[in-house]
């Protein structure tokens, strides 16, 4: 069974929307927000096997604070790569009493839609699915089923399909309902990417492992673009320690990181090209332990 090279998820929504609660409902694990608590720019990963296919797809996870911001970023035509490598957007959000459909959400939709469509066109094969969240302490919203119909209605509008967070079982019409049914939309996705696409991932090289050039790049886009959006003044203008609370700050760094670390790689790898592979895995280790100060598992 082979393991496939990836399009991305996107997970989204505004600070506080459940994200990494559904992260680990999906992965089984989460990563830890930043000290902040922001879960802006964390990535983490799904590791997914069917009965068909097996594929490890990376997960991102942003925040949308002001959503006409937000659109106004993404619509830019350099953000046009990494819409485009999403393969799935999971838009997450609270439910407000009586589960009535917000305006706030249904303007998010909105701009997802019109950004998803002014780089992928119109009737994009990506799936595209909004998660509703009940009031944080409680495990499920229990809609009623106007209510839960009123959301379909909405979420179909903006190319959506709605998901009830917390619903068990199948619905009137045997229809597997919340994280199952979530689950099963996101392994019916077609991962892998084709031969010649725009943004397609390479075979990588195994000493590695399955993070690219390309993998690399495009998160630096996504950190770079975030950090345009939460740039913040340095009131003291003093550097900041890494323990320090700021979100910008600390993804500025990841994006410096990333580069630095993906270009030494990539050179280890071009220096140790027709070596003996023996040769070849002691120089990637050691250009790991050179870039994070500790020898690499094995």
Known sequence: MDIKHSRRILLLGAPGCGSLEITKGLTGSSPAPHASGSCAGLTHEWDVRTAYYSAKVPLWIDEIIDVQEWKEEFMKEEAGEVVQAVGAWVYAFRVGGGGSVGAEAEKTLAALQEVVEAHAGYGTESVMLVVGMPAVGKESLGLEKNKREDWDDVAMQYGFEFVEYGAQGVNEFGEKQGMDRLKEALEANEWTYVAGDAVGLSDGDDD??????EEAEMTAELFGMKHSLLEQEDDGGEGYGEDVDHPASNQELQVDDLDKMMSRLLAVREQSAGL???????????????????????
Do not use: H, N, W, Y
């Open 276 to 298: 003996p592979e023996a040769q070849r895995k002691r120089m990637a280790a050691q250009a790991v332990k050179e870039l994070t100060g500790s020898d690499p598992i094995t």
């Open 208 to 213: 590695f492992g399955d993070f690219g050039r």
